[in-house]
């Protein structure tokens, strides 16, 4: 089945500076890309999502690259703000509805 | 709103002694989940329905199992809690018909305490 692995596990940074979090995945036919957000005693919630015929997404100041010859695909958060403090969860899909997760980041968003 | 509704927030419950968990959808999705999290950890999927199919994860324990009636609705059943088994339940659901968005909209969770 597919593996999914996220680096780092913890993330801290200044507010107003970047973060990236990376991951990898296994199955060469993983097509779809979830992140995934979750806030301390709240639910997971999609903040954005990439399809394999895509190389990059950007909503915001969220955006997602993939690269599928490399088989791993990255989240990056421009000028961060302390509500951007949560879980991110990564994930891969190769049947277009059952999710792979990665092991999840914190993130700390420093003032 | 449209949304998953997960009941209770709070579970307690004794060594072995039965619970249901239940969730429900006013998404109208074909695709309902279970998951368990624990601490610190990725949600870790149990099972699913797609449409009235049930499929089970290789690793989930017998201990474990799931009812969904209608396509509203959808029930854990943990036989036998035991201590490993309290951690946060995650109910979520996606529509996979074609043309949709493949997104997982996740309930709120419920919290179960083994004793």
């Known amino acids: 089945g597919e593996n999914v692995e996220q680096h780092p596990s913890t993330l801290s940074v200044q507010e107003g500076d970047s973060a990236v979090i990376k991951c990898t995945y296994s199955?060469?036919?993983?097509?779809?890309f979830p992140w995934y957000k979750q806030e301390l005693g709240k639910r997971p919630q999609l903040i954005i999502d990439i399809r394999s015929n895509v190389g990059e997404k950007k909503d915001q100041r969220i955006a997602v690259t993939l690269n599928k010859t490399a088989k791993h695909f990255s989240l990056h958060i421009t000028e961060t703000q302390p509500e951007d403090s949560a879980v991110y969860f990564c994930a891969a899909s190769s049947n277009d509805y059952k999710l792979s997760f990665g092991a999840g980041t914190t993130v700390t968003v420093r003032a | 709103d449209a949304m998953v509704i997960q009941n209770p927030r709070y579970q307690v419950t004794q060594f072995g002694k039965p619970v249901t968990l239940s969730c429900s959808q006013t998404?109208?999705?074909?695709?309902m989940y279970w998951y368990q999290q624990k601490s610190s950890q990725a949600p870790k999927l149990l099972f699913h329905?797609?449409?009235?199919?049930?499929?089970n994860e290789a690793d989930t324990p017998d201990n474990f199992q799931s009812r969904r009636p209608n396509t509203s609705f959808c029930f854990l059943d943990i036989r036998s809690p035991g201590l490993g088994d309290a951690a946060m339940y995650l109910c979520?659901?996606?529509?996979?018909?074609?043309?949709?968005?493949?997104?997982?909209?996740f309930g709120p969770g419920t919290r179960l305490t083994v004793l």
């Open positions: 998404l109208n999705h074909n695709v």
């Open positions: 329905y797609y449409d009235k199919d049930f499929n």
């Open positions: 199955d060469s036919a993983s097509n779809y």
């Open positions: 979520a659901t996606s529509s996979n018909l074609a043309g949709e968005r493949n997104e997982q909209f």
